[in-house]
């Protein structure tokens, strides 16, 4: 049974940076593609970073060249390091991993069969 916790959120102010972290139970091995993404209220969920196991990562054009994705593989944790915070970054923020092996649709939340709990950033 996977499940995906994730922590880390928080109120922060506009231009600040926010470490988003997600540890995984269940897994023999590190699955083949993780992400994050995060939904705002009356909004789509929006996929915003992504991993594959072999490295390779995307990024939404939102937050590309301030958040990035990373995981410890000793610590079962996938993490998100989000800088230059603002308001409009204030969402759920949510991490995913697919039990698939095919990461063609990197963003795409339909991808995705295993989710967290979310956890609350909110930048003011």
């Known amino acids: 049974h996977v499940q995906l916790v994730e922590s880390g959120g928080g109120s922060v102010q506009a231009g600040g940076s926010l470490r988003l972290s997600c540890t995984a139970s269940?897994?023999?091995?590190?699955?083949?593609?993780m992400a994050w993404f995060r939904q705002a209220p009356g909004k789509f969920r929006e996929g915003i970073a992504h991993l594959e196991r072999g490295g390779d990562e995307a990024y939404a054009d939102s937050v590309k060249g301030r958040f990035t994705i990373s995981k410890d593989n000793s610590k079962n944790t996938l993490y998100l390091h989000m800088n230059s915070l603002n308001s409009e970054d204030t969402a759920m923020y949510y991490c995913?991993?697919?039990?698939?092996?095919?990461?063609?649709?990197?963003?795409?939340?339909?991808?995705?069969?295993?989710w967290g709990q979310g956890t609350q950033v909110t930048v003011s």
């Open positions: 269940g897994y023999t091995a590190s699955p083949a593609c």
């Open positions: 995913a991993t697919a039990s698939s092996s095919d990461c063609t649709w990197k963003l795409v939340p339909s991808a995705y069969d295993n």
